[in-house]
């Protein structure tokens, strides 16, 4: 089999959009080149993949191979491409079998002696993949996240001859167990070490207690972020979904976080209303496009003095 399709997911916000990986082989002179928007991180994993493939005790095949990451108007970042490219490259050249990933998605980082990194967006990524009502196989550091979502079948794997292994048969993974949504309300914070303020405790517990809006205003240095830090520690407990969507954010951002905790954010006082609300453009894909305007008007302007150096000969 020269061909192999391969599912794994992408990041955009708070969303996972699935992607497919199509590895293609065919002769011609040895070389692999990926398309569908891949940015830099991706672009780079050619070489990753390489090392990881031989260093596992594969062989990476000496012929024409293309990538093609699809939807392809949709731009691809990040490194958790690497091992669905990875065995997609093995299953086209024939060294895993056909149709062995069936019912799967796959993501995570491969180090180049083969072993499985890391990657942000995890829990999100898991959401999105149960949602399809599909398997996922992810590093075995993000184990403990995806293991987070009830009657969700997730394995982990710490390099890629374990998941070839898996897929061939010789060594079965296990689906990890279900891990118990314990809520953590052991808060940094508790509102029993405020002695004194007497009046803002009482509205804290009003606000908590009705789930009305609070606003503090005084000079500074008078308590006003001491109480508003430990509001979170008498509020109700997150519900399940409630849990999810906030260790989602942390998931994204990358950031610790005890799973059953509300978040509590202290933005800086100069902070704008704009930096509050959040916003702005993709950089990346900003500067793409002013490349791709600049190479535009370069050619028209090129062409255009080629035509009148020709008209006055």
């Known amino acids: 089999m020269s ?16 992607i497919e990986v199509e ?11 990926i398309v569908g928007l891949p940015e830099a991180a991706v672009r780079e994993s050619k ?3 390489r090392s990881a493939i031989i260093n596992s005790g594969f062989l990476f095949p000496t012929k024409r191979l293309t990538i093609n990451l699809a939807p392809a108007d949709l731009p691809k970042d990040g490194s958790r491409l690497d091992l669905p490219i990875a065995l997609g490259i093995l299953i086209a050249s024939g060294q895993l079998p056909e149709q062995c990933t069936d019912g799967f998605e796959f993501i995570g980082e491969l180090a180049l002696d ?39 079948e997730v394995y982990g794997a710490q ?3 374990e998941v070839c292994a898996h897929f061939l048969g010789n060594t079965k993974l296990s689906a990890a167990p279900q891990r118990e949504n314990i809520n953590s309300l052991q808060y940094q914070f508790d509102l029993a070490d405020v002695k004194g303020q007497l009046r803002p405790r009482r509205a804290l517990e009003i606000a908590a ?19 508003a830090s430990r509001l979170a520690s008498i509020l109700p407990p997150l519900n399940a979904q409630e849990n999810l969507e906030v260790a989602s954010i942390y998931s994204v951002a990358n950031a610790p976080h005890h799973f059953g905790q509300r978040p509590f954010r202290a933005p800086h006082h100069t902070a704008s209303a ?16 002013y490349k791709q305007l600049c190479d535009k008007l370069f050619r028209n302007t090129v062409s255009r003095a080629l035509e009148l150096n020709f008209e006055n000969g």
């Open 3 to 18: 061909f192999a399709k391969i599912y794994t997911r992408g990041l955009l916000g708070l969303h996972a959009p699935q």
């Open 23 to 33: 590895v293609h082989i065919s002769s011609g002179l040895p070389s692999l080149t």
């Open 47 to 49: 070489d990753r993949v």
């Open 114 to 152: 083969g072993h499985l990194r890391p990657i942000s967006g995890a829990l999100t990524i898991a959401m999105a993949c149960q949602q399809a009502k599909h398997r996922m196989l992810l590093p075995t550091a993000n184990l403990d996240e995806a293991s987070q979502l009830p009657n969700f």
């Open 159 to 161: 390099h890629l001859q």
């Open 209 to 227: 207690a009705g789930g009305h809006s609070l606003l503090f205003k005084g000079p500074p240095g008078t308590g006003k972020t001491l109480l």
């Open 274 to 289: 704009i930096a509050l609300v959040g916003g702005g453009c993709d950089l990346q894909t900003t500067m793409r496009h």
